[in-house]
């Protein structure tokens, strides 16, 4: 039985279990930066070895409560100075995920789209950093 994603998130919230070791497809967590500040990254894929995560080069002084989606983006090489390099797709081991200190904003859709990364590595298999 699949369990909703919105019922998941009120359960999730209710109980407390919103700590590190909550991890779902769809969500969106912010980490601590090198500046002092937080990034934001999606979780678009979990497996038994890794964590696929999308990184957004918005940046925010503190962890966000809340989040628009639609605000959030990725810079390329041609981004400011200063500014963080987006990533469509990094496959990062659950080992090395543990250690970013992820913490738990809200759950969003996954669109097929966001999934065209991880398609390429896995049909290649590649590995996690």
């Excluded at 919105?6 to 779902?24: D, R, S």
């Excluded at 500014?83 to 995920?97: D, K, N, Q, W």
């Excluded at 904003?105 to 298999?125: F, H, M, T």
């Amino acid at each position: 039985m699949k369990i909703p994603t919105t019922l998941l998130t009120y359960f999730c919230l209710l109980v407390g279990a919103c700590g590190k070791e909550y991890l779902v497809e769809g969500g969106l967590y912010s980490t601590p930066d090198e500046n002092g500040g937080y990034s934001v990254i999606k979780i678009l894929k979990l497996d038994p070895q890794g964590v696929h995560v999308r990184m957004y080069s918005n940046q925010f002084p503190e962890h966000p409560a809340t989040l628009d989606e639609s605000k959030l983006y990725m810079a390329g090489m041609d981004r400011k100075p200063d500014e963080p390099l987006g990533m469509g797709h990094a496959p990062i081991s659950r080992r090395s995920f543990a250690t970013w200190n992820a913490r738990f904003i809200k759950i969003v859709p996954v669109k097929s789209d966001e999934l065209e990364g991880y398609e390429i590595w896995n049909d290649g298999n590649g590995s996690y950093f």
